[in-house]
């Protein structure tokens, strides 16, 4: 029997009656690791696997997590465990600590078994630009879709059944868009729900812990492992922890769901607004109440280049470390300045140096108002937006995508209302530190797309009761990719 195509509850419930033991788990997974043809992985923990399994504590055996195998990006600090970010920069760096994630889930007796490709330092949404190439989506086994980025790897690895869950990390979407394309359940918590200490920085006003799982309550039963205050993360929240499972149960009657008109009238593709459609009156049945609400068109159309005029921005500060000095490959030069030119230009992709160059632009003195501090300003009329639909509505839900996932060839029209608002909208729950969660609505040709809900920050409890709902409705839960297209 396959273990890693079960829940969280499911295994957990086999390691109790003694069908199945953590080492068997690690095993299988592994197995599966190695058999990968979707290019997930970076490094598989083989060896590290197996010693940390003769690690586990019986004690705690009654842990949900306890000796079960999970995936972690690559851009997470592991202990003396490669970790490259997905780049020619960081090859054979390897941490002499972990991240605040890892530890915690290794102190509820999970178990790392690789490290998951991704897009160079989690820069990009396609899944394409890490130094190992291409992810492909597990649900097209003729290879020529995508699974998305920058959590590509992350998301394949339980999109195959490989594992039941996954670590990623969201700073745009990077999870719930992944998601999306592969019939899972992202969820990125609120902004300071969960320590970021050895998560590498990306844009650090944006970056988010995230993960992935393939329900709802696998969902929650991470939170409550993840989430707290960590003093190691300054930016952590002191706001309690709740048992994020306690209202999973709970009645969606009465509830205020707001679907935002001009993200709707953005989407062209029918299949995704029949669905769509389809659940919003399921909803209403069970006595939601789901009305359309307007949002500036301008404003939505903003979301996007504000973004990236801010993460890029960020992410020159943040990685102005990478110089061939400190870390990584050295290529050679007569100066600190000749070697950090040569190193730099040679290790990053065309994609992190032209981020890198927006990003530079943004902050140069000269530019400052014009560019960096006119996108805070946007960002912040951006939040505001929001802020007031969420003065009279419980959630926001809308298509997570306009389409299902694209081909590894495709272009779009990156002006266009589709991409600009519908392929690009869900940014705004990290420019407000909302906790935002994916989760399948249907499929068109064999290929999955999901639906997305936002919700008050730290009112994740609250997301999640109506995320379970709407799973109830469609009955799109643990699915894995079998036979694709």
């Not at 980025?149 to 394949?156: L, Q, W």
């Not at 009645?251 to 009238?265: H, L, Q, T, W």
């Not at 990685?319 to 400190?326: E, F, M, R, S, T």
């Amino acid at each position: 029997m396959k273990y890693m195509n079960l829940s969280i509850t499911k295994i957990h419930e086999a390691i109790l009656k003694g069908e199945v033991t953590p080492l068997e788990l690690v095993k299988e997974a592994i197995e599966a690791c190695k058999k990968d043809d979707n290019n997930s992985f970076e490094y598989i923990c083989e060896k590290e696997a197996i010693e940390r399994v003769d690690k586990l504590d019986e004690s705690k055996k009654d842990s949900l997590l306890y000796g079960i195998p999970v995936v972690i990006k690559d851009n997470y600090s592991t202990k003396d465990i490669p970790t490259t970010g997905s780049s020619n920069m960081l090859n054979g760096y390897v941490p002499i600590f972990s991240s605040e994630v890892v530890l915690r889930l290794e102190k509820a007796g999970a178990i790392v078994v690789a490290k998951a490709t991704m897009d160079e330092l989690a820069m990009g949404g396609s899944g394409t630009t890490g130094h190992l190439g291409i992810t492909y989506n597990p649900w097209d086994k003729s290879k020529t879709h995508l699974i998305g980025g920058s959590s590509c790897g992350s998301a394949s690895s339980v999109a195959a059944g490989i594992v039941p869950f996954s670590i990623g990390s969201d700073t745009g979407d990077s999870v719930r868009k992944p998601a999306s394309y592969g019939a899972l359940v992202g969820f990125k918590p609120s902004w300071g729900r969960i320590s970021r200490f050895g998560l590498f920085p990306f844009a650090t006003s944006l970056d988010h812990v995230a993960y992935f799982t393939r329900n709802v309550e696998d969902s929650a039963i991470l939170l409550n492992v993840l989430a707290g205050r960590d003093d190691k993360d300054f930016s952590s929240s002191f706001k309690p922890v709740e048992d994020y499972t306690a209202r999973l149960n709970e009645s969606v009657k009465g509830k205020k769901i707001a679907v935002i008109k001009e993200i709707m009238d953005s989407i062209s593709n029918t299949s995704i607004k029949e669905a769509f459609n389809k659940n919003i009156a399921a909803l209403k049945n069970l006595g939601a109440i789901v009305e359309p609400v307007s949002i500036d068109h301008k404003l939505l159309k903003a979301i996007y280049p504000t973004y990236i005029i801010i993460s890029c921005a960020e992410s020159t500060s943040n990685n102005a470390n990478l110089d061939g000095v400190k870390f990584g490959p050295r290529e050679s030069g007569e100066s600190f300045e000749e070697i950090m030119t040569n190193t730099r230009s040679k290790g990053f992709s065309r994609l992190i140096k032209r981020r890198f160059v927006i990003g530079g632009y943004s902050l140069l003195k000269e530019n400052q108002d014009e560019l960096f501090v006119r996108a805070q300003k946007c960002r912040r009329l951006i939040v505001d937006a929001f802020n007031k639909v969420f003065e009279k509505y419980d959630a926001i839900y809308c298509p997570a995508s306009p389409k299902v996932a694209p081909l590894v060839s495709s272009d779009s029209d990156a002006l266009s209302d589709e991409y600009l608002i519908a392929d690009n909208y869900m940014a705004f729950a990290n420019m407000g530190g909302f906790p935002s969660i994916t989760l399948p609505l249907g499929f068109e040709d064999n290929l999955p797309f999901g639906g997305n809900l936002t919700g008050k920050p730290f009112d994740e409890s609250g997301v999640l009761s109506i995320a379970k709902v709407i799973e109830n409705c469609t009955g799109l839960k643990d699915l894995v990719a079998k036979e694709g297209k």
